[in-house]
């Protein structure tokens, strides 16, 4: 593409040639007005940051609710929320955009009472196109689960559900300051399952008082539980928890790295012998189906506008995020602003090294995919890393594909990093 002359005399030394564009017109094609239309597939988020807890683990800056008044506090949030949809859809011109997948994240989504679920959602559809979407999930913490949410959200076109579990051992339930008991669990469970839609639960590996006993308990309950897809995140210490704190003070000791690691390799084992199987190194779902639209689509770079406070997207180069502050997120929108407060222009290397880290989330990374976008071949760029990683059991490669082994899966992101460090190096 550079030769765009193959006559060796153009490139001799000489004031003649003026270059006048590049590509010359030779290279360009027959393009109409419409499509230069950005019609790139979307991502949505929505995040709603109440609780009714603080969960002593937790890392998210969440706002506790508990003992207020939730309805005035949120519903005022929420008109905040619909307008951001209509500043943004019209300042970005996100409605020509089809919309492939939905996320409500939080905090705790499902703490809206059904009028507030519906505005949010009613707001989104008439605003963004939606008619392509094939997933809409909403994260729910089991004990603010109603049969008449459940059957709202499933009128509302929700299809799938997520919900913070952490444990099954009533103790460990307790330990961690969460409202939720194994009976409360189980039943929010089967309500959801009778909206008929993927189910999620998340687990978490490493909490306060684990134990090998109570460990196995939880990942079997959460197998017979029969839902689609388990995720199972290994407990990270955060310097702004309760949990921190209990550590810093002698008064917790939380289970090592290498505990952690037995039961984690437990879970893969156990999971994947009931057909659960990891689309990612952290979620296992039924037959390798249920693989979910949301995270695949973000973590294989395309674009998600991000609505909420503290909530954080990505639109074209730039990733963004905004106001971390619920009142002056609240505030801004008020006055009609949008409310992004910082963000990050991409490079051409960021989107690669990006692109490498999360996308190597996803167990499989497409090497071809990559060439096709980036023009270069991550198996020239990061030979002797990829050699090392094969070398030492992380993952298997192919011509066409990278894949995480068991030992990849159970140690996380530790190979997508290795490659995106190598990436670095080229800075
Ligand atoms: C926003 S919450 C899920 C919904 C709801 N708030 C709930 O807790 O039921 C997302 C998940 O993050 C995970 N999480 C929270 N703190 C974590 C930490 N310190 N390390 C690893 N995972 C964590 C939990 O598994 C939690 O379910
Ligand atoms: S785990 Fe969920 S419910 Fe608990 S504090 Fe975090 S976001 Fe809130």
């Known amino acids: 593409m550079i030769n765009t002359r193959k006559d060796t005399a153009y490139w001799d030394p000489a004031r003649k040639g003026f270059v006048t564009n590049y590509p010359n017109f030779l290279h360009w094609k027959k393009l109409?007005?419409?499509?230069?239309?950005?019609?790139?597939?979307?991502?949505?988020?929505?995040?709603?940051?109440y609780c009714i807890q603080q969960c002593a683990y937790c890392y998210y800056k969440t706002i506790n609710l508990r003992g207020t008044n939730k309805a005035q506090?949120?519903?005022?949030?929420?008109?905040?929320?619909?307008?951001?949809?209509?500043?943004?859809?019209?300042?970005?011109?996100?409605?020509?955009?089809?919309?492939?997948?939905?996320?409500?994240?939080?905090g705790t989504p499902s703490l809206l009472n059904e009028t507030q679920l519906q505005r949010v959602i009613e707001a989104i559809r008439r605003n963004l196109n939606l008619s392509d979407a094939t997933e809409f999930t909403v994260e729910a913490e089991p004990v603010t689960i109603t049969q008449a949410k459940a059957d709202l959200l499933k009128r509302l076109g929700v299809n799938r559900v997520s919900m913070g579990?952490?444990?099954?051992?009533?103790?460990?339930?307790?330990?961690?300051?969460?409202?939720?008991?194994?009976?409360?669990?189980?039943?929010?469970?089967?309500?959801?399952?009778?909206?008929d839609v993927a189910v999620n639960i998340d687990l978490m590996s490493g909490l306060a008082e684990e134990t090998r006993e109570t460990w196995e308990y939880s990942v079997n309950r959460a197998i017979e539980s029969g839902v689609q897809s388990i995720t199972v995140y290994k407990t990270e210490l955060y310097t702004n928890t309760p949990y921190y704190k209990e550590v810093r003070n002698n008064t917790l000791d939380l289970p090592d790295d290498d505990q952690e690691l037995i039961f984690m390799d437990y879970a893969i084992g156990e999971l994947t012998q009931a057909d659960y199987?990891?689309?990612?190194?952290?979620?296992?779902?039924?037959?390798?189906?249920y693989q979910q639209k949301y995270a695949t689509s973000t973590f294989l770079g395309d674009d998600c506008y991000a609505f909420g406070t503290s909530a954080f997207g990505k639109l074209g180069n730039y990733l963004f995020q905004n106001s971390n502050d619920e009142q002056k997120y609240?505030?801004?929108?008020?006055?009609?602003?949008?409310?992004?407060?910082?963000?990050h222009h991409l490079t051409c290397l960021d989107a690669m090294i990006r692109e490498v880290v999360l996308g190597m989330k996803l167990v499989?990374?497409?090497?071809?995919?990559?060439?096709?976008?980036?023009?270069?071949?991550?198996?020239?760029?990061?030979?002797?890393?990829?050699?090392?990683?094969?070398?030492?059991?992380?993952?298997?490669?192919?011509?066409?594909?990278?894949?995480?082994?068991?030992?990849?899966?159970?140690?996380?992101?530790?190979?997508g990093k290795s490659l995106a460090k190598r990436l670095m190096e080229m800075e």
């Open 330 to 343: 609240m505030a801004l929108l008020a006055e009609d602003q949008l409310p992004v407060t910082r963000g």
């Open 73 to 106: 506090r949120i519903d005022q949030y929420v008109d905040a929320l619909c307008r951001e949809v209509e500043l943004a859809t019209d300042y970005y011109q996100l409605q020509n955009r089809p919309v492939v997948s939905v996320y409500f994240g939080g």
């Open 277 to 289: 199987y990891p689309w990612s190194f952290f979620t296992f779902s039924k037959c390798g189906q």
């Open 364 to 415: 499989s990374f497409d090497l071809r995919r990559f060439q096709s976008r980036y023009g270069f071949k991550l198996e020239t760029l990061c030979a002797d890393t990829l050699a090392d990683l094969q070398e030492k059991g992380f993952i298997t490669l192919t011509e066409d594909e990278i894949r995480l082994t068991h030992k990849g899966i159970l140690y996380g992101d530790y190979s």
């Open 32 to 49: 109409s007005a419409t499509e230069m239309a950005d019609t790139r597939p979307l991502n949505v988020y929505v995040h709603t940051p």
């Open 165 to 195: 579990v952490q444990s099954f051992d009533e103790g460990i339930i307790k330990r961690s300051n969460r409202l939720d008991d194994e009976k409360k669990v189980l039943r929010a469970i089967d309500i959801v399952r009778t909206m």
